[in-house]
């Protein structure tokens, strides 16, 4: 059993930076690649960004690309997701996932599921 909590989810201005945590308790963390899923308004859970259990690779959105950084701090059992240069269309409730594979990017291919911190961006 894996228990994830995301934060840092905020109202924020378009183009300005957030950083989200999710912090894991548990089973061991680096046994599990590590994801982000983002649900907009209206639309379905999208694939944002995944790292793989020793951090060394990752794999992101195109919508994501050149401004979302993903990272994880093994030691201290958190992944992060850093976001610059955000759009309103990055306005999402934003998921934490914990899988067993490399670098799943379906939302089917994780077992567990963080709550979900909403970030909304404003123009």
């Known amino acids: 059993q894996v228990q994830l909590v995301e934060s840092g989810g905020a109202l924020v201005q378009a183009g300005g930076s957030l950083r989200l945590s999710c912090a894991a308790s548990?089973?061991?963390?680096?046994?599990?690649?590590m994801a982000w899923f983002r649900q907009g308004p209206r639309k379905e859970r999208e694939f944002v960004a995944v790292i793989s259990r020793g951090g060394s690779m990752t794999s992101y959105g195109h919508s994501v690309t050149g401004r979302f950084t993903i990272s994880r701090d093994n030691a201290k059992n958190t992944m992060y997701l850093q976001m610059n240069s955000l759009k309103s269309e990055d306005t999402a409730v934003y998921y934490c996932?914990?899988?067993?594979?490399?670098?799943?990017?379906?939302?089917?291919?994780?077992?567990?599921w963080g709550q979900g911190t909403q970030v909304t961006v404003s123009s």
């Open positions: 548990g089973r061991t963390f680096s046994n599990y690649a």
């Open positions: 996932a914990a899988g067993s594979e490399i670098l799943p990017v379906e939302p089917y291919q994780y077992h567990y």
